[in-house]
C-alpha cells in the first residue's frame, strides 16, 4: 500500500530491533499505525492507533471482511473524496495517490501500473497478519500505558503531513519522556531528536514521495530511545 512516510523498505529491520529490546510477554503499542507495516510484522499482543480516522476504520474493515477493489478510475478516485465509505477513502486517499500523500493527486505512471490492484494485493496480504490487533482511533496524548513498548512514526519535524493540520514536535518529545517514566520502552523514527534521546540505529534510503527534479530523495532514517 501506497502511504507517505511508510516504512515499508525498512519494516523488516526496524521490526527486528524492536523484537530485540522487547521484554517477554511485553504488550506492543503503536501511536502512529499509518500503513501498519510495523504492527503486521510484531509478534504477541498489539494495540494500533492512529489520528486519521478513515484510516484506522479501513484497518477495521478489513479485519472483518471487507474486501477492496482491484481497480479505481479518476472518475471514482473523485467520487470517493466527498461520497465513498470510510475505509474507501482510506484506500483511494493513500493507496491510489500519488506518492501515498492523502489525496494528493489520483496516481498514474508511464508503466500503466493498476495501483489499485497493487494496494489490494498489499492490503490482503497485510490483513493475514493483523488478527487480534486492536485498532482504534485515538489521538497519541490520550494513551496511557506502563511497562510497554512503544514504538512512534509521527509526523516529522519540518516535513509534510498526511492530515491538515500541526504536530507539534516538542510536545510529542515531551510526552514520550513522561511515557518513559511510566516503565515503558520508548524507540521513535525520525531523522532527528533532543539530546536526551539515543540515536540507536540508522540507515541511508529513499523518501516515497517524488519530485520532477531529483526523483526520491535520500534521507537518513533513524531509531532513537531514551536510555
Known sequence: MQYFGAKSRIANDIVQILEDVR?????????????????????GERHAYDLHEELIQMWISLQDGWIPPKTLSKEEYDHVRYHGSPQMKAFAGFGCSFGGKYFGGYAKNS?????????????????????????????????????SLIYCDPPYRNTTKYKVGDFDSDIFWEWCRKMNDRGNTMIISEYQAPEDFDCIWSIDTKTEMRTKENGREMRTEKLFSLI
Not at 118 to 129: E, F, G, I, P, Y
Not at 131 to 140: I, M, T
Open 23 to 43: 521484554l517477554l510477554n511485553q504488550l506492543f503499542v503503536e501511536p502512529f499505525t499509518g500503513a501498519a507495516n510495523i504492527v503486521s510484522k510484531m509478534s
Open 111 to 147: 508503466r500503466g501500473d493498476n495501483f489499485a490492484q497493487n494496494t489490494h494485493n498489499s492490503l490482503l496480504k497485510k490483513t493475514s497478519t493483523l488478527g487480534g490487533v486492536r485498532f482504534e482511533q485515538k489521538d497519541y496524548r490520550e494513551l496511557s500505558y506502563c511497562h
